[in-house]
T-cell receptor, first 115, second 115 residues
Framework: AQSVTQLDSHVSVSEGTPVLLRCNYS??????LFWYVQHPNKGLQLLLK??????LVKGINGFEAEFKKSETSFHLTKPSAHMSDAAEYFC?????????????FGTGTRLQVTL | DGGITQSPKYLFRKEGQNVTLSCEQN?????MYWYRQDPGQGLRLIYY???????QKGDIAEGYSVSREKKESFPLTVTSAQKNPTAFYLC??????????????FGEGSRLTVL
């Protein structure tokens, strides 16, 4: 069985400071991992994905994430936060042989960006 | 522009009534999904369809029904058997099969409130 744990339900940063959103996963297979972003009352948008290629993955809007198998982690980072980054972020795990029907979503981390 | 259209955006229902949420996509995707989102719980899969005229139950299908008569359309009916229907409902699509598992495109959601 697969699972994903987002370690912080809420993170607050000042504009221009780094962002770190933490995600740990558990999977019986070689996982695919994703980060999605959701702005208020909107659908989710794919930020980036890891599918067994490079362990450092770059996504949209300056975000990146590093797959660390030894730590079973896939933390999301950004060097400098912008006000428009305020949203909810979801870490998602899928087993390699699976389709989207086998996705497991984390419970989300709400990112607040202050002036 | 290609995308997923959900309607209505907001819906109010009296107890005991069935309601149908619309989801239409023009991305030519084979697979479509319905998720339910509740605060602090992430997304939970209700139903999914990999091909026209076929669909499978997800993790929380009780009290819901779907149809997939056309590739573009995947409506969700929330029946009176659903005991706690107030939630935010998200429709998504993907290429399907083993192509890009986990890469979902989401609509903007429908918020259902039971009065």
């Amino acid at each position: 069985a697969q699972s994903v744990t987002q370690l912080d339900s809420h993170v607050s940063v000042s504009e221009g400071t780094p962002v770190l959103l933490r995600c740990n996963y558990s999977s019986s297979y070689s996982p695919s991992l994703f980060w999605y972003v959701q702005h208020p009352n909107k659908g989710l948008q794919l930020l980036l994905k890891y599918t067994s290629a490079a362990t450092l993955v770059k996504g949209i809007n300056g975000f990146e994430a590093e797959f660390k198998k030894s730590e079973t982690s896939f933390h999301l980072t950004k060097p400098s936060a912008h006000m428009s980054d305020a949203a909810e972020y979801f870490c998602v795990v899928s087993d390699m042989a699976g389709t989207a029907s086998k996705l497991t979503f984390g419970t989300g981390t709400r990112l607040q960006v202050t002036l | 522009d290609g995308g997923i259209t959900q309607s209505p955006k907001y819906l109010f229902r009296k107890e005991g009534q069935n309601v149908t949420l619309s989801c239409e996509q023009n991305l030519n995707h084979d697979a479509m999904y319905w998720y339910r989102q509740d605060p602090g719980q992430g997304l939970r899969l209700i139903y999914y369809s990999q091909i026209v005229n076929d669909f499978q139950k997800g993790d929380i299908a009780e009290g819901y029904s779907v149809s997939r008569e056309k590739k573009e359309s995947f409506p969700l009916t929330v029946t009176s058997a659903q005991k706690n229907p107030t939630a935010f409902y998200l429709c998504a699509s993907s290429i399907g099969g083993t192509g890009r598992p986990g890469e979902l495109f989401f609509g903007e959601g429908s918020r259902l409130t039971v009065l």
